[in-house]
């Protein structure tokens, strides 16, 4: 079945970076767009940033220019590189197919001094 593993987030101070990542089983990888989203406390879930098949990208005006979206179709996982961050980014992040219906547990991230 599929799976959508993500690991990766901790506290950081503002300003400072995280690498997310997010291992994929049970689906060709390869062919799908892959998302990332979060949920801060009390709020929707929203969608980050985005990565087609062929490796385009789409990112959120929240966080253009912060963070980037990659992927590694070899290992089947899909990365968000965070930097400077703000506390507004502190969340729970998850990966998900964008056409799919699975959610993983998700990273907590948290932005604080």
């Known amino acids: 079945q599929v799976q959508l593993v993500e690991s990766g987030g901790g506290l950081v101070q503002p300003g400072g970076s995280l690498r997310l990542s997010c291992t994929a089983s049970?689906?060709?990888?390869?062919?799908?767009?892959m998302g990332w989203y979060r949920q801060a406390p009390g709020k929707q879930r929203e969608l980050v940033a985005v990565i087609t098949s062929g490796g385009t990208t789409n990112y959120a005006d929240s966080v253009k220019g912060r963070f980037s979206i990659s992927r590694d179709n070899a290992k089947k996982t899909v990365y968000l590189e965070m930097s400077s961050l703000e506390s507004e980014d502190t969340a729970v992040y998850y990966c998900h197919i964008v056409t799919g219906t699975t959610w993983g547990k998700g990273t907590l991230v948290t932005v604080s001094s």
């Open positions: 049970g689906f060709v990888f390869r062919i799908v767009a």
